[in-house]
């Protein structure tokens, strides 16, 4: 992300948290969402046409975020994945109330009956971070306050979200710290004192602890050992288990293949296919050519690069922002592809050979 906030507490408004002052005027035609019919469950959160754009200095702008329409029900893990800078974060902290004071936001995203794009600071701050939506941030040492122990941390997020006791808030705490493998002789120690990893499991068992309904993990697995992802991934797997959402932003295929019942993929700032996972990784699974040639990119697959950059943000072209680098582009993308069955293309693949199962 561009900027780091301190991790907000959730009853006092974070002065630097600017909610953004304009919003863009609503696409002409809202985009059906694009995975919304794999949702079985009534959704937690429901997102419309989201998008985010960041003003400039000198009137440009730059299309973070493009018409994104998703829904999560509870008991959901839905992966966001996508090449670095192509909005997945600034996704997350649209929804999280994050955005700094230069960007203006069109769409929704309804969670418990709350429009989450136009709710104001206060609620925000009071009744949304840390009881309705969780936050693993991407950069958790920037969100941990520089002067205060983990131990510190903890026990003031479990006064601030649970009805726990006083004397008992030490074994919560301590109790918070298993939960995400963070390791009981490190409590004490300040934020600086940390390893990236231990940074990452710190800011995972504070974001577990207020048990929201709904957690944004971004780049939850950064800087963890194999056997340590596998661990938080699970964990966060036993979280949207019990009946939460998990939304899941990662760079990390191997832990959204283990976890997730749904995968988004995201390029230039629009969602261009989101398919349930038993497909998404079954052989030829994809159906959109980026998130294809995204899996295939992987060391344990073909382990081929894609060709060419992802577009300016600042300049996107009218039509598919992938075409340049697509290999099964024609004149029709040009135009820009209405999502169509999950799939957001002119000319998708066929997918699955096998009628691989496609529950989630
Ligand atoms: N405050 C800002 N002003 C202008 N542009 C911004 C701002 N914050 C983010 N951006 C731009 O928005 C785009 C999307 O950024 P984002 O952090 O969401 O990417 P990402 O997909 O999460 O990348 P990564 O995987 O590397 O974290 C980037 O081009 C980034 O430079």
Redesign the pocket.
């Known amino acids: 992300?561009?900027?780091a906030l301190p991790r907000p507490l959730p009853d006092r408004p974070d002065p630097r948290c600017r909610r953004p002052r304009r919003r863009l005027a609503r696409a002409a035609q809202p985009a059906a969402p694009i995975g919304a019919d794999a949702v079985t469950a009534q959704p937690i959160l429901s997102v419309r046409n989201l998008s985010?754009r960041?003003r400039?200095r000198g009137g440009r702008h730059?299309a973070?975020?493009n018409d994104a329409s998703f829904d999560l029900a509870a008991g959901e893990c839905l992966a966001l994945v996508?090449?670095?800078?192509?909005?997945?974060?600034?996704?997350?902290?649209a929804l999280l109330g994050l955005?700094?004071g230069?960007?203006q936001t069109a769409g929704s995203a309804v969670l418990d009956g709350i429009d989450l794009l136009a709710a104001d600071e206060r609620t925000l701050a009071r009744t949304v971070r840390g009881r309705r939506v969780g936050l693993v941030p991407?950069s958790p040492a920037a969100h941990l306050t520089p002067v205060r122990t983990v131990r510190a941390h903890l026990e003031e997020t479990v006064r601030a979200l649970t009805p726990t006791p006083r004397r008992e808030r030490r074994a919560a705490a301590r109790a918070a710290a298993a939960r995400a493998a963070f390791p009981a002789h490190r409590l004490d120690a300040y934020p600086h004192e940390l390893s990236g990893g231990q940074a990452q499991r710190a800011a995972t068992a504070l974001a577990l602890i207020g048990d929201a309904p709904l957690l944004l993990a971004?780049?939850p697995t950064t800087g963890l050992d194999r056997d340590l992802v596998a661990r938080t991934a699970d964990e966060l797997r036993r979280h949207a288990d019990d009946g939460r959402a998990l939304l899941m932003?990662t760079?990390d295929l191997v832990a959204a293949e283990r976890i997730a019942d749904r995968v988004a993929v995201?390029y230039a700032?629009r969602i261009v296919e989101i398919s349930p996972a038993s497909r998404f990784f079954a052989p030829q699974g994809t159906r959109h050519p980026y998130a294809h040639a995204l899996l295939a990119s992987l060391p344990d697959r073909d382990f081929t690069p894609i060709p060419g950059m992802p577009p300016n943000?600042?300049a996107l072209p009218a039509g598919c922002a992938f075409a340049p680098r697509c290999p099964r582009a024609t004149a029709a993308c040009d135009a820009l592809p209405r999502p169509d069955d999950g799939v957001a293309c002119h000319h998708p693949l066929p997918g699955p050979r096998t009628g691989a199962p496609a529950h989630g």
Do not use: R, W, Y
């Open positions: 992300m561009a900027h985010v960041f400039l730059v973070a975020v996508g090449e670095s800078g192509c909005g997945k974060s600034v996704l997350a902290s955005l700094p230069n960007a991407q971004d780049e932003i760079h995201m700032g943000l600042g």
